[in-house]
């Protein structure tokens, strides 16, 4: 059944479970640490706004940059298995440096609270985060590889819902993480003085990390660990540039045309890796229009976000706070894949269709598509309802015996800085020397007020009567829950695109290319975000719901080219390929070796048809 030592339960290797497990807690450990990022920058390390944003990018496309890194180490040198302990060791040591350098006390020599030394926390926190987008990049392609290395050459079926329960385990980890630590977070906690417990939002995904890496290494003796093939990459390098130079230099038309230009690199190349560079470069082809479904999606932790600031996030006994919003993606995964996998693709077999990873894939970019229809349309409630500025306060009242102040309710989710939440009643106290008096108002989310403070106030009465409120800006009146539509549409396109993507990546790589092609699959994450940012700085749309339809209509577009390229995609079985090769060579060297005189072009030529003859036979099935 299962390729490795370990036991098989209910058909599934009981090695897998070690790796659903690790992969858990990892993803608690890494979206738990994201979730509070932000505001460790802003609010502990003091940084504006943007460059707090602008780091928290920077790190989020490293994270999707340095796979290539680890899948390369993996499948040339040390193999996934090792790959995933000693980068799994730099991310925890990662994640303890940013615990620690979130422990105010540690600088704070004179115990005001606040650290003395802003450079150690920043160095600290910078070679922590370096080090955990390392680890997190470099472990990511490898643990999904490692994974499906677990199963038999004919348990598709049992790797299939390996990579469902596997996605399930992420968002499993990232909800409870993205609810937990910004509690955390808000506890206080500290040696000399009290402070937000950073410390500690940190040191629980450090925490789970150790634990991921022990649950690991408990299965140790249950994996199937495929022995890394020699410096593939480099191979892969060296015989894409021979079969372009030869194929330059042999650009004469004397020379017969050849079916494919990787077979230029025959004269000097293994035809077993000239047909699995086919494969790969195949499947990297076909990634080409993928980034722009990544654009769209990671919009969800920006400009939905900022959306929600704008609307109602009154839910009667719950008041949702903008950032919260986005624990509907990881709700609705665990919802919707086990319906996908258990009911809707059943149902669609039932009906005779086949609906292949390909057509899955392009479903799900249209239901993204959708899900930005749907923010352009709550954008254009919002526009409609909102925010007209009552009053100019200042000029209305300047020189009238009154003092004011203005007052902006942010629908600001637990930030440090002095919030007033949704429908919360405020009171704030007015203090002249020893003297103080209490005004208590209700605020409406999102609205903005000017209150007039009368000069003749006077101190120990009441101050009620002598404060007039004047509300600036309304309250959002447009309700979070409308976001809920955006929010299902793009997670019933995460499932259809992403689970069915990591799939299709592992099973169209060759054995020994699985974790390179699943770093090419990250990094179409990794430049779905760089589009973001050139698209939002370039296009400068003034409306955003029109930003909104522009993405929903560039997703359409290479939804239809991805479509077109699709179809002419034929699914391969790389195992089935690679021992064709195998077989076939075995038996050229016995037939070179009983005819020692046979011309070396012949063979050439010869050897070229026999491998497109196995590389055609085994790629039947289209889109
Ligand atoms: N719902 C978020 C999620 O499942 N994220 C996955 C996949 C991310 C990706 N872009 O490939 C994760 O592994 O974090």
């Avoid at 150690?120 to 392609?141: D, E, N, Q, W």
């Avoid at 410096?231 to 650009?251: E, P, Q, S, T």
Wanted: neutral net charge.
């Amino acid at each position: 059944m299962g390729k490795g030592k370990s036991k098989v339960v209910c058909g599934y290797p009981l090695s897998i479970f070690f790796i659903v497990v690790n992969e858990f807690c990892e993803r608690f450990s890494y979206y738990g640490m994201r979730a509070v990022l932000v505001l460790y920058f802003k609010y502990f390390l003091r940084w504006d706004d943007d460059l707090a944003t602008s780091i928290y990018h920077t790190f989020v496309a490293l994270c999707y940059l340095t796979p290539i890194l680890g899948a390369i180490v993996a499948d040339s040198w040390l193999g996934k298995f090792k790959t995933i302990i000693y980068l799994s060791i730099v991310y925890a040591v990662g994640q303890v440096a940013m615990a620690v350098s979130a422990i105010h006390d540690i600088t704070d020599s004179d115990r005001d609270g606040t650290p003395d030394s802003m450079t150690f926390h920043i160095v600290l926190s910078m070679v922590g985060l370096f080090l955990i987008a390392l680890g997190t990049g470099g472990i990511k392609p490898c643990v999904a590889a490692f994974g499906g290395d677990q199963f038999g050459e004919h348990q598709d079926r049992q790797r299939r819902t390996f990579f469902s329960v596997f996605y399930l385990c992420i968002n499993g980890g990232s909800l409870l993480s993205t609810i937990i630590t910004p509690v955390l977070r808000a506890q206080e906690c500290g040696i000399y003085s009290k402070q937000k417990c950073y410390s500690l939002a940190f040191g629980v995904p450090a925490a789970l990390m150790v634990v991921a890496l022990v649950v690991f290494i408990i299965g140790s003796g249950m994996y199937y660990k495929a022995e890394p093939q020699g410096n593939i990459m480099l191979d892969v390098c060296k015989c894409i540039g021979f079969a372009i130079k030869n194929r330059y230099r042999h650009r004469s038309k004397q020379y017969p045309k050849r079916q494919h230009w990787m077979d230029w690199a025959e004269e000097k190349y293994d035809k077993l890796l000239i047909a699995q560079i086919k494969m790969v470069l195949k499947v990297l082809f076909l990634y080409i229009p993928l980034p722009m479904f990544w654009t769209l999606f990671d919009q969800k932790g920006s400009r939905w976000t900022l959306q929600a600031t704008t609307m109602d996030g009154n839910f009667g006994a719950l008041v949702i706070q903008p950032d919260q919003m986005q624990t509907v993606n990881p709700i609705l995964i665990l919802t919707l894949v086990p319906i996908m996998d258990s009911l809707i693709y059943p149902l669609i077999k039932k009906c005779g269709l086949n609906f292949t990873p390909l057509k899955r894939m392009t479903v799900g970019m249209l239901l993204a598509a959708i899900a930005f229809v749907c923010a352009a349309l709550v954008q254009i409630q919002i526009d409609v309802s909102t925010k007209q500025l009552l009053h100019s306060s200042p000029y209305i009242l300047s020189g009238q015996g009154f003092i004011y102040f203005k007052l902006t309710i942010k629908g600001k989710a637990n930030s440090d800085s002095t919030t007033v939440h949704n429908t919360d009643k405020a009171t704030f106290t007015l203090r002249s020397g020893s003297q103080s008096c209490e005004y208590s108002t209700n605020f409406g989310f999102g609205s903005s007020y000017t209150f007039f403070i009368h000069s003749t106030l006077v101190f120990g009465s009441n101050c009620q009567d002598s404060v007039t409120a004047v509300e600036d800006i309304k309250p959002n009146s447009v309700h979070m829950a409308l976001q809920i539509p955006q929010y299902f549409f793009i997670t019933a396109g995460e499932v259809m695109f992403s689970v069915t993507g990591l799939e299709f990546s592992y099973s169209q790589a060759p054995s020994n290319m699985k974790a390179v092609l699943q770093a090419g699959w990250l990094f179409t994450v990794a430049i779905g975000n760089f589009i973001v940012l050139i698209v939002a700085e370039l296009a400068k749309i003034p409306k955003q719901w029109a930003e909104y339809v522009l993405f929903a209509s560039l997703l359409v577009a290479v939804c239809v080219i991805f479509s077109i390229m699709a179809y002419f995609y034929t699914y391969i079985d790389p195992t089935e390929i690679e021992a064709q090769f195998k077989k076939k060579i075995n038996e050229d060297d016995e037939d070179d070796k009983s005819k020692p005189g046979k011309a070396e072009v012949e063979m050439v030529k010869r050897d070229s048809i026999k491998c497109h003859d196995e590389y055609d036979k085994a790629t039947q099935t289209k889109m």
